[in-house]
């Protein structure tokens, strides 16, 4: 990631995928972007990740990209692995957009990209996206503008 005095948008950061290997998201630059945390145990997990899957085969080819971050975070719903989260969502919901690396999004060991997408709009989305819901983010193509959804019901 860039530093911080630098980061201006979701595209300079550096994020790593479920395997391990470091993603540069500036590869997703004139896409619209959706950022979501996932977790597989939720009241909410068939719900969101029929829809993801669904809005990803409609829209994928008008530059259309989500990127899912697994967080456990939100009453521990999302124990697995990597390994175990990238073949639950890509068997069982015939995932196909890129699942990332396990993260935080709230507190002191958030990661960079979510505590960014919580800064933005002068801190306007930081106490919206505290609780214990989870949030997703859309990016406008190459626009700083950003929307924060909650909970993920498109």
Same mark, same amino acid.
Request: net charge negative.
């Given at each position: 990631m860039a530093a911080a005095s630098s980061v201006t948008s979701v595209h300079d950061f550096t994020v790593k995928d479920a395997s391990g290997k470091d993603v540069d998201l500036s590869t997703y630059k004139g896409k619209v972007l959706l950022i979501v945390n996932v977790a597989s145990q939720c009241g909410l997990t068939n719900s969101n990740y029929t829809e993801l899957a669904q809005l990803y085969e409609k829209y994928k080819d008008q530059g259309f990209e989500i990127l899912? =971050?697994?967080?456990? *975070? =939100? @009453? @521990? *719903?999302?124990? @697995?692995?990597n390994e175990e989260i990238v073949q639950f969502a890509c068997t069982r919901f015939k995932a196909e957009y890129p699942i990332f690396d396990k993260v935080d999004v709230n507190g002191n060991n958030a990661a960079p990209i979510y505590k960014f997408l919580k800064s933005s709009k002068g801190g306007l989305f930081q106490a919206a996206s505290s609780g214990t819901f989870p949030s997703s983010w859309l990016t406008r193509r190459d626009v700083l503008w950003i929307a924060m959804l909650q909970p993920l019901h498109l």
């Open positions: 899912a =971050f697994p967080c456990n *975070q =939100f @009453g @521990g *719903q999302e124990p @697995g692995t």
